[in-house]
């Protein structure tokens, strides 16, 4: 959330509870200050589509906190960020020594990314020049007991193959907790367990 947003968000709480805590004020005393708020927000979401200016007085530009390996004590300062903050960041992305970080750009949504030294880096199937089997995403079949008709239908199957399916786990689709089925066509299937 970028800082007008949240500050949008309290200020719209605000309005709401004055209505609501004071049965004397008029209802629309508080939904026409929201309106022009949900209004305003929405300008200054345009601004930040449309002008790369305007983009980064609302939002901030990115501030690179380790550039080539070394921390830039300036951006440090003008962050107001401390070295155990930093180190706290980057033991938060699995990094536990300053010494392995090529950049560390600390995010205008306050997160931080790190891209570390090409030698500490994880090792990735590109490096051995291997391409890995397409994995596609998992689709809910059954959750809850409820069969997902949809999502059989996207991947172009039926309700009699989810049957014959599910039986392997021995039991019907009504009984499962959760079914899924992946790009790789492997079903995961969890029994949902019975009330007492």
């Known amino acids: 959330m970028q800082p007008f947003e949240l500050v949008v968000a309290i200020m719209i709480a605000d309005l709401a509870s004055v209505p609501m805590a004071d049965t004397g004020i008029p209802i629309t005393n508080g939904i026409i200050p929201i309106l022009e708020l949900l209004l305003i927000q929405l300008g200054i979401s345009l601004v930040n589509l449309k002008s790369i200016k305007g983009r980064s007085i609302i939002c901030g530009v990115p501030s690179i906190l380790i550039y080539r390996g070394k921390i830039d004590e300036k951006v440090m300062k003008?962050?107001?960020f401390t070295i155990n903050e930093?180190?706290?960041?980057?033991?938060?992305?699995?990094?536990?020594?300053?010494?392995?970080?090529?950049?560390?750009?600390?995010?205008?949504?306050?997160?931080?990314?790190?891209?570390?030294?090409?030698?500490?880096r994880n090792v990735i199937p590109e490096d051995f020049n291997i391409?890995?089997?397409?994995?596609?995403?998992?689709?809910?079949?059954?959750?809850?007991?409820?069969?997902?008709?949809?999502?059989?239908?996207?991947?172009?199957?039926?309700?009699?193959?989810?049957?014959?399916?599910?039986?392997?786990?021995?039991?019907?689709?009504?009984?499962?907790?959760?079914?899924t089925f992946d790009g790789k066509g492997q079903m995961f299937c969890q029994v949902k367990e019975e009330k007492k």
């Not at 020594?97 to 949504?109: K, M, P």
């Not at 069969?147 to 991947?155: G, Q, R």
Request: aromatic residues 10%.
């Open 78 to 80: 003008k962050e107001k």
């Open 86 to 120: 930093l180190q706290e960041r980057l033991r938060q992305n699995n990094v536990f020594n300053i010494g392995d970080v090529e950049y560390a750009i600390l995010e205008t949504s306050g997160q931080l990314t790190v891209i570390q030294k090409p030698e500490k």
């Open 131 to 179: 391409t890995p089997e397409y994995e596609g995403i998992p689709y809910d079949l059954v959750v809850d007991g409820k069969v997902m008709y949809e999502n059989l239908k996207i991947i172009g199957r039926d309700y009699n193959w989810l049957l014959k399916q599910v039986e392997k786990f021995k039991i019907k689709p009504e009984q499962a907790l959760v079914v």
